[in-house]
């Protein structure tokens, strides 16, 4: 018997051990392959739901929703496997002592997940809007991060210590609530379970003295197998806490995966071969909101090579219309053609391969100045990887950087504004693009480098289409063509002097800015 016991106990272990390395390794690859869905679709959303999410809602999201999910996983699984065993192998053995009984147990005890089910809906809510509210503080702390300067230049220090103590109050507050009514979940089971351990204690106590239809040691007996099946409800009920945290994070990790994403590529989408730098743009509406109107009737026709600068007032919709080239929003109206190809009909990759694009606002990744330069043109070779940064003028600061081109770098770190910038130019010229499309990329830069920019930029560009847009005189008077918008449409167009003679808009612009300086 001490040997059977002794293998039973050593099986029972081992068994044990088995379960949680299989349920570990379950959770885990369910995770990762949630949290690499989840990632790969944030890549395929349109752009506009990127504009329109809290990026720390998006990053709380992926990183401790799913880690909740993961944990309720893990809980989950390993009641759900030793529940499973326990409720079949004891149903087995009462089933053998008394079936009358045993019927009333098997059907009474599932009641208390009814009670259960009714006390963990109110509580659904609440987990959910706890992970809501987590969601929020991950943004609110990115967005004090990104903005530390302009908070203690203003002097909101205490303001934003008092925002975040509101977030996390109310994080506080959600979180005792939701536990409050779910901790409410595994007292009331148990009580349902006692109720019907009693009944059945009971009425087999009757039925062994009146009729002696089951012996007091199977009464016994069959109240141990009993405690034994309501078990798994109880421990069930026990987590519910944490399985419901993790179906609220769950939803909200789906709800990202269910976003609508940017209309694919047609399946008979084209790939630009030989790009003749013309770019076409015939009617184009287009409008953030369907409310407020920017857009309409835009008419554009540029032919190969032009250096194409687009001036006008703040607000007027010079990077939308950028958006609009590079295809990151649709046009509601009306379609852009580059090489006499509708834009709609050409792989996204290969109409953003065709273009170079420098933005005002910088993004380095974190790694070596020799990886960043390259990025978008891995198997450049370390020569023209130098070349290109002379070219962009940044070869200099490079090598006054402690490890010169073996420094990593990342987007918010040591360098400035400007080395920021030439270094995205740097980029650009490395990857010698069809077409340019340049958004005030050159702001930040003195105007004595941006000059010397402008010339590399004029060579390379050689025989290539660029768009522009800059405020910088130098840069407008050298384009071929200058595009004057006003509240998203092209109201002049033609050269510098063309421009200035017709005395328009643009030569009003143009006086108002430079003409006293
Ligand atoms: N993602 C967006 N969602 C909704 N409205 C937007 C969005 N981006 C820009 N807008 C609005 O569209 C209009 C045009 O913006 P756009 O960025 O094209 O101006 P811009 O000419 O580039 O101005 P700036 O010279 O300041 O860069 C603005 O009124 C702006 O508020
Ligand atoms: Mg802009």
């Not at 759900?80 to 326990?86: L, M, N, R, S, W």
Request: charged share 20%.
């Amino acid at each position: 018997m001490l040997i059977k016991l002794g293998v039973v106990a050593g099986l029972a272990a081992l068994f044990q051990w088995i379960m949680t390395v299989l349920t570990n390794k379950i959770s885990y690859s369910v995770i990762r392959q949630m949290r690499n869905d989840c990632f790969e679709k944030l890549e395929h959303l349109p752009l506009s739901f990127i504009d329109r999410t809290p990026h720390g809602d998006v990053v709380s999201r992926i990183i401790s929703d799913a880690e909740a999910v993961c944990d309720g996983l893990l809980l989950g699984f390993s009641q759900f496997f030793t529940g499973i065993v326990t409720i079949i192998a004891t149903i087995v053995f009462m089933l053998t002592i008394n079936v009358k009984i045993t019927l009333v147990v098997v059907i009474a005890t599932p009641l208390s997940l009814f009670v259960a089910r009714f006390l963990s809906k109110r509580t659904f809510n609440l987990f959910k809007s706890q992970s809501v509210v987590r969601g929020e503080m991950t943004g609110y702390v990115n967005e004090m991060l990104g903005g530390i300067k302009t908070v203690t230049a203003f002097s909101q220090e205490d303001e934003s210590c008092e925002h975040f103590d509101d977030i996390n109050k109310r994080y506080e507050n959600v979180g005792v609530k939701a536990l409050f009514f779910s901790s409410l979940v595994n007292p009331s089971t148990r009580f349902v379970n006692n109720l019907v351990y009693t009944a059945v204690g009971i009425v087999g106590a009757f039925s062994a003295i009146a009729t002696g239809g089951i012996t007091v040691g199977q009464l016994s007996c069959f109240l141990s197998y009993a405690n034994q099946y309501t078990k798994p409800f109880n421990e069930i009920s026990g987590v519910i806490t944490e399985l419901q945290s993790a179906m609220a994070s769950a939803d909200r990790l789906f709800s990202v995966m269910d976003e609508m994403e940017q209309t694919p590529d047609k399946p008979d989408a084209k790939v630009l071969r030989s790009v003749d730098g013309s770019v076409d743009a015939v009617n184009v509406s287009f409008s953030y909101n369907p409310d407020v109107k920017l857009i309409e009737n835009f008419n554009l026709s540029v032919d190969k090579g032009q250096r194409v600068a687009i001036v006008g007032p703040t607000g007027c919709g010079k990077t939308t219309v950028i958006n609009l080239l590079m295809r990151f929003y649709d046009c509601d109206k009306g379609e852009i053609r580059v090489s006499e190809i509708p834009i709609n009909d050409i792989k996204r990759s290969s109409l953003r391969g065709a273009y170079g694009m420098v933005l005002q606002e910088t993004w380095l990744k974190t790694a070596t100045v020799w990886e960043n330069i390259a990025y978008g043109c891995p198997e450049a070779t370390r020569d023209e990887i130098v070349a290109a940064a002379k070219a962009a003028h940044c070869h200099s600061f490079i090598k006054r950087l402690p490890n010169g081109y073996n420094t990593v770098l990342s987007d918010d770190g040591i360098l400035s504004q400007g080395e920021k910038q030439l270094l995205c130019i740097a980029r650009v010229m490395l990857r010698l693009p069809p077409m340019l499309i340049l958004d005030e990329a050159t702001s930040s830069i003195d105007t004595r480098t941006e000059q010397r920019i402008q010339r590399a930029f004029a060579k390379m560009m050689q025989g290539r289409t660029s768009f522009i847009v800059a405020h910088r005189l130098s840069t407008i008077r050298e384009a071929d063509v200058i595009l004057v918008m006003k509240n998203g449409n092209i109201i002049e167009q033609g050269t510098h002097e063309e421009l200035l003679q017709k005395g328009g808009f643009y030569s009003e612009l143009y006086n108002s800015q430079f003409a006293v300086s």
